[in-house]
């Protein structure tokens, strides 16, 4: 048996930058591959002291499914840029961007650079040093706010890479409807990834992600998207905050991993 491990290392994110990089492996068999986890917000996922709400706990997560019973899951974070975070988070191809107001100083879409970053580089990184899973569905997606955009985006775009996706706080609200209506109107077809995608309603920040959420998974559905590949979990009290993330992770992973071992 090989023992659990935090990894960290940093790859070269443009000409300019590298970013961190977090690979959480779980204690684990020798030639094992465990399904895995690539997240945004690194930073926020393991250190209790990284947001004034804690952490993701991520790791407590995954070693509860292992006491259940589970193999596990490896965790992989991708730090974010800080006061560059929603740039990097946010697509410029789903159309023009909405409340900027809500967005940090000085803001232009570059999710797509995130996006070929994670693709690229990230991904085949981790799949050639660490006892991942490299098919579809041992592969899922997941991030908060502008990272469950991202997760949802990674996800759609690469649909037969990632067979599960987490959207959790998704930021669509930073299109329109229309805009959307316009992205996803070639998008849906056969293959499409598990969408897990979970808002919480209970201040003014999620009230207005929640009020996004709903017109979504209708025209989700309206576009064709298979009931079947669609949860949408609505905890009405929880506000936009790692606590609340921390709390519908556990749920999220459980679904991913039982998902994962029937396929």
Not at 27 to 47: C, I, S, W
Request: charged share 25%; with cysteine; proline share 4%.
């Amino acid at each position: 048996m090989i023992n659990s491990a935090l990894h960290t290392v940093e790859l070269d994110y443009n000409e300019n930058e590298k970013k961190r990089i977090w690979i959480y492996v779980p204690a684990h068999k020798e030639g094992e591959r465990l399904p895995v986890v690539y997240m945004t917000d690194g930073q926020n996922l393991f250190d209790e002291a990284s947001t004034a709400y804690g952490s993701w706990g991520v790791v407590c997560a995954v070693e509860a499914e292992i006491k259940n019973g589970s193999a596990g899951a490896v965790i992989v974070g991708i730090d974010n840029g800080n006061a560059k975070r929603d740039c990097e988070l946010t697509p410029d191809c789903i159309g023009e961007v909405q409340l900027k107001e809500l967005l940090c100083d000085d803001f232009v879409p570059k999710g797509e650079e995130f996006d070929s970053f994670f693709v690229n580089t990230v991904l085949p990184y981790v799949e050639t040093n660490f006892p991942v899973r490299c098919d579809k569905n041992g592969r899922a997606v997941c991030g908060s706010s502008s990272g469950g955009l991202m997760s949802f985006f990674s996800g759609i775009e690469h649909k037969t890479l990632f067979g599960f996706v987490g959207a959790f706080s998704p930021a669509f609200l930073c299109y329109t409807e229309d805009s959307w209506r316009m992205y996803l109107s070639d998008k849906i077809t056969g293959g499409m990834p598990y969408l897990y995608i979970y808002t919480g309603n209970g201040d003014e920040l999620e009230q207005m992600i929640f009020q996004s959420v709903e017109p979504m998974y209708d025209l989700l559905t309206e576009k064709g998207y298979p009931y079947d590949m669609l949860n949408e979990v609505v905890l009405l009290e929880n506000k936009h905050n790692e606590k609340a993330w921390k709390e519908i992770f556990p749920d999220f992973l459980h679904t991913f991993l039982h998902n994962a071992n029937l396929k």
